[in-house]
């Protein structure tokens, strides 16, 4: 098993930028394919980007194509999530989640094993 925790998040205002970490321990974090989710108050939980184990293959939802970034780094255990331009629809709480089959990518979160707890993005206007 994996666990996983998620820092970073806070308050920023529109057009800002933040890095949310997730951090992995347990398990080599080389055998995960890796994602990033999130949910808004009220809504549910939405795809935002996968990776595959090695970081060569991502893929994004359309509404942060260009303005998030996701990498990582298997030394440290630890998956990034870049958000810049940020803008008040991506306020939610962040999850990141470890899939066992590492060269997938994929955005149905039932195809996740593993989640974090979450960290609070607030995106003032």
């Known amino acids: 098993q994996v666990q996983l925790v998620e820092s970073g998040g806070g308050l920023v205002q529109a057009g800002g930028s933040l890095r949310l970490s997730c951090t992995a321990s347990?398990?080599?974090?080389?055998?995960?394919?890796m994602g990033w989710f999130r949910q808004a108050p009220g809504k549910e939980r939405e795809f935002v980007v996968s990776?595959?184990?090695?970081?060569?293959?991502?893929y994004y939802r359309d509404s942060v194509k260009g303005r998030f970034t996701a990498s990582r780094d298997n030394a440290k255990s630890t998956l990034y999530l870049q958000m810049n331009s940020l803008k008040p629809e991506d306020t939610a709480v962040y999850y990141c989640?470890?899939?066992?089959?590492?060269?997938?990518?994929?955005?149905?979160?039932?195809?996740?094993?593993?989640w974090g707890q979450g960290t609070q993005v607030t995106v003032s206007s």
């Open positions: 989640a470890a899939d066992e089959r590492p060269g997938t990518i994929t955005t149905n979160e039932e195809d996740y094993d593993y």
């Open positions: 347990g398990s080599t974090f080389s055998r995960y394919a």
């Open positions: 990776i595959s184990w090695n970081g060569a293959s991502a």
